[in-house]
């Protein structure tokens, strides 16, 4: 199946090369899912990766909770990403202003030379957007920001008012790919879509089989409402790596997510 066949609207409307190199991805591999690979050592990381990488479209990363981090490590890390054609996302939430946020993307960790996606905060304001892309720029790379218009966890602080902010100046932006939203609440997330429309992604941590509330104030939706209710990309961390059997929860999450864009 083609990609914009898949995709319909979403394809058609998108802006961002990200975008379209996301729906590409996910359809090539019929899957919706992107890993969140919360693995504390990097030979955990690469086991997981060579289970479940067919079944994944896309890899998120949290850099700075690794414990043996090292450069020639995360060399080996992303050529395997490229092995398993997965977009790398690093989920750094960055919230500063623009400028720091632009040399944050280098230092030790230099996320600009191999992050295809990041996570901000809108919380300083839209030039954040320009300071990472900028960092991009740098690199001679592109990527996209998804901006955090909503969150899983309980008590959050971004309430209604907020998320309609960041979606007003997220839309407006072409270096936001899209935005973060709850895949723990089917209706927020079908709210946030109406907000929206069709041009930027929706992606959404939160989901698992097993509904209902996670650790430390975590709570789980269900991964096939959410992608009815208007999500384009399912994050999962838990229910897959989790799992007793990594990789039958990884193809079952895939083949769920797949059925769902067909069903909605
Ligand atoms: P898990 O499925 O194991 O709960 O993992 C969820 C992942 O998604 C974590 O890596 C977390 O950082 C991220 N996340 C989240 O859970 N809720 C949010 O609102 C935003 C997130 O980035």
């Not at 072409?174 to 429309?197: C, H, M, T, W, Y």
Request: glycine share 10%; proline share 3%.
């Amino acid at each position: 199946m083609e990609p914009s066949e898949a995709w319909g609207e979403r394809w058609l409307n998108a802006t961002l090369p990200m975008a379209k190199r996301f729906m590409t991805v996910a359809t090539e591999k019929r899957s919706l899912v992107c890993l969140a690979a919360d693995r504390r050592t990097m030979a955990e990381l690469f086991d997981l990766i060579d289970e479940v990488g067919p079944f994944i479209a896309a890899l998120k990363t949290h850099v700075d909770l690794i414990d043996d981090w090292s450069p020639s490590a995360w060399a080996n890390f992303c050529a395997l990403a490229e092995k398993h054609n997965l977009l790398i996302f690093e989920d750094r939430k960055f919230a500063d202003i623009g400028k720091i946020s632009r040399a944050q993307m280098a230092g030790v960790y230099n996320i600009k030379a191999w992050s295809d996606i990041v996570t901000a905060h809108l919380i300083s304001g839209p030039d954040i957007v320009d300071g990472l892309q900028a960092a991009w720029n740098d690199a001679n790379r592109e990527g996209g920001v998804l901006l955090l218009a909503q969150m899983s966890s309980r008590g959050n602080l971004l309430s209604d008012d907020y998320t309609r902010s960041v979606v007003e100046l997220g839309a407006a932006h072409d270096g936001v790919l899209g935005f973060i939203g709850n895949g723990s609440r089917p209706n927020e997330l079908a709210n946030l879509r109406q907000k929206v429309g069709q041009q930027k992604m929706i992606w959404t941590p939160g989901v698992n089989l097993e509904v209902g509330d996670g650790e430390m104030g975590q709570r789980y939706g269900d991964p096939y409402a959410a992608i009815l209710a208007g999500s384009d990309c399912i994050i999962v961390g838990s229910g897959i790596h989790g799992a007793k059997y990594p990789k039958v929860a990884a193809e079952s999450y895939a083949q769920i997510s797949w059925k769902a864009l067909q069903d909605r």
